[in-house]
């Protein structure tokens, strides 16, 4: 260990203390801008902005959503406004029509969205605006509406579903406790990266950690969607610029995911992405020369692909294990389509329906959309207006202002839905047996107008995919029937504790 005798060195002296004073400077700069900020919303009074300061909601309602879903419901025209965090909420299908089609180009992203998710997402599609965002999304669906991309899709689901997934489930048959979440979550990485990258990082394991890469990711997705709940942003910018607390944590994370993604782009370069059908090489025919592009490009598909079919599935399966008429009613359907009950012993060929035979299953289609309508994967979604305008029931919109619509709370709205919008019943997508989709405006899940989810049929197979595969096969009960689903914050909705349940080779119960 070396003693510096700093009596002797008057430099050494000198260059601490101005080191000392930068850093008290820059303290006391960031400290002025927050406490401005933190000062200026309590001119509010509001009993909304109150409430949402003192966070006295939190002794009536699990979650955010859940607040603003009751305070939708509510006002007359379906919008309410956060005054403190500038911000009008919107379950008013006109309003969303007119935000994502009819006046589009003022409804941006904006800056204050790309801050926010920027250092995680980088310049990615789900940021981007303008030319940036045309380019990614033209190249994407090229891509992803391609014969050849999608059956290549569709080739790795079912490998993956086969050779790991029923195999792990049949071992898990008895008396275990699983957490179908996490289940979904190893599966889903599994799936993304082999298509998205030509990698296998093979997670479904569940004796194995997670890897890395999914560990990190769900950090730092978790605390980007942090800093949009706080009042001011110059509270996370702080924190972040002092790298203290959730942005030193993030930060890290971000690092890791930094370090790893670039493995997966040199690992590609170096084992060649000609003639390969995975999306990273074909980005690389247009992008070569762009790592930090193509980074980003990494981490927007992790974040389409995992995440949102997980949340998906898991409160599909929640939400049919809470109704066993449901899931009797896609028995029979499935049986009545594939020519008889799924395969019941664990030695038994797995079997994955092809596509013909999923579009045959309307009561199934019917049957995911609507637990997406109950549960979103996306609960809301923001932008931010270019210039000042009025939405279509009245709503003055500032300059400057965020803009979000609110799938969720839109999914709970009696004069959309009717009286029993809170009930799980597929019904209500079907005439005469046949499926029949609604107003993408009054179900805004996959976005709508000029943003619609590129990735959205792809996901609908995948889903449907892997419920045909499952239900078909086993009983699957939750351990704690009857639980109202809580959520934690995230870029996605994602259950608090899982989903733990116990797994049963169907008719064992």
């Avoid at 730092?220 to 942005?247: C, D, F, T, Y």
């Avoid at 790592?291 to 389409?304: C, G, K, N, T």
């Avoid at 449901?326 to 012993?345: A, F, Y």
Wanted: a neutral charge; aromatic letters at 10%.
């Amino acid at each position: 260990m070396i003693i510096v005798q700093m009596d002797h060195h008057p430099l050494i002296i000198s260059v601490l203390l101005s080191l000392l004073l930068s850093f008290l400077g820059l303290f006391l700069i960031l400290w002025t801008k927050v406490k401005a900020m933190l000062m200026k919303p309590r001119w509010c009074k509001c009993e909304i902005c109150q409430a949402y300061l003192t966070r006295s909601w939190t002794s009536r309602f699990s979650s955010l959503s859940e607040w603003y879903t009751h305070l939708l419901r509510l006002s007359p025209t379906g919008t309410i406004h956060v005054h403190v965090m500038k911000n009008t909420i919107t379950a008013n299908p006109a309003n969303v029509e007119h935000i994502l089609k009819t006046n589009f180009d003022n409804y941006p992203k904006g800056s204050p969205f790309s801050a926010i998710l920027g250092d995680f997402l980088g310049r990615g599609i789900f940021v981007a605006d303008g030319e940036n965002w045309r380019f990614q999304r033209k190249i994407a669906s090229l891509e992803l509406g391609s014969v050849s991309i999608r059956s290549f899709a569709y080739e790795i689901l079912s490998s993956e579903i086969k050779t790991r997934l029923l195999p792990l489930l049949d071992s898990c048959t008895g008396d275990d406790v699983v957490d179908l979440q996490d289940v979904f979550r190893r599966f889903s990485f599994d799936n993304i990266c082999r298509f998205s990258f030509g990698i296998d990082p093979e997670c479904l394991n569940l004796t194995l950690p997670m890897s890395e890469l999914a560990d990190a990711f769900d950090v730092a997705s978790k605390l980007s969607a942090e800093r949009a709940l706080v009042a001011s942003p110059w509270i996370w910018r702080a924190k972040r610029a002092l790298n203290v607390g959730s942005e030193k944590r993030l930060r890290d994370a971000i690092r890791k995911i930094n370090v790893l993604a670039e493995d997966i782009i040199a690992q590609r370069k170096k084992m060649g992405f000609s003639g390969k059908n995975d999306l990273l090489s074909r980005f690389m025919t247009t992008m070569d020369d762009d790592d930090q592009y193509l980074r980003d490009i990494v981490i927007s598909f992790l974040l389409a692909g995992r995440d949102t079919v997980v949340s998906a599935l898991t409160v599909f399966f929640y939400l049919i294990s809470e109704n066993p008429e449901v899931e009797s009613k896609i028995r029979e359907e499935m049986d009545r389509v594939l020519d008889g009950p799924g395969l019941r012993s664990a030695h038994d060929e797995p079997e994955v329906p092809g596509f013909e035979k999923l579009r045959e299953m309307h009561y199934l289609h019917a049957a995911l959309y609507e637990s997406l309508r109950l549960f979103p994967p996306v609960q809301m979604d923001s932008k931010f207006a270019k210039d000042e305008d009025v939405l279509p029931d009245g709503t003055p919109v500032k300059k400057g202002d965020k803009v979000s619509y609110h799938p969720y709370a839109m999914g709970r709205m009696e004069t959309i839905w009717g009286s029993d919008c809170e009930t799980f019943r597929p019904e209500r997508w079907l005439r005469d047996g046949l499926f029949r989709p609604e107003n993408p405006y009054r179900y805004p899940v996959f976005q709508a107008g000029v943003r619609v989810c590129l990735g959205k049929e792809m996901a609908l197979v995948a889903m449907k995919t892997v419920a045909v595969s499952l239900v078909r096969r086993f009983d699957i009960r939750l351990v704690e029937p009857g639980q109202r689903p809580r959520f934690v914050s995230g870029l996605t909705a994602t259950l608090s504790g899982g989903l733990p349940v116990v797994v049963k080779r169907r008719g064992e119960y």
